[in-house]
């Protein structure tokens, strides 16, 4: 059963940091691309990054603060956020999807419950 788990969120002060994991279970990370998301209170879900087998992406609103990378050996991809901002607060969920291609992929098939990460003083 392909399953992927986000960890890591919390609550975090303005500049501060955190990692957030996707474990993935089920399948090869190897072989799939995977996908960072997040939904704050009232808005839409909103792309963050992506890591397939050649590139990794990210959003404009987190470039430079935002990296993501992954460990085969663990089957596990991260996203390490740093210079963290209030409008980062929401609830972060990954994504896996079967993909060989080099860009994001257009959908994903399996999603994560995911975790909050609030910025706040």
């Known amino acids: 059963q392909v399953q992927v788990v986000e960890s890591g969120g919390g609550l975090v002060q303005p500049g501060g940091s955190l990692r957030l994991s996707c474990a993935a279970s089920g399948f090869t990370l190897v072989n799939y691309a995977i996908g960072w998301f997040r939904q704050a209170p009232g808005k839409g879900r909103e792309g963050v990054s992506c890591?397939?087998?050649?590139?990794?992406y990210y959003a404009d609103s987190v470039k430079g603060r935002f990296t993501i990378s992954r460990d085969n050996a663990k089957n596990t991809v991260y996203l390490q956020m740093s210079s963290l901002k209030p409008e980062d607060t929401a609830v972060y969920y990954c994504?896996?999807?079967?993909?060989?291609?080099?860009?994001?992929?257009?959908?994903?098939?399996?999603w994560g419950q995911g975790t909050q990460v609030t910025v706040s003083s």
């Open positions: 994504a896996a999807q079967s993909y060989s291609g080099s860009l994001c992929p257009s959908r994903y098939d399996y």
């Open positions: 890591i397939t087998s050649k590139n990794t």
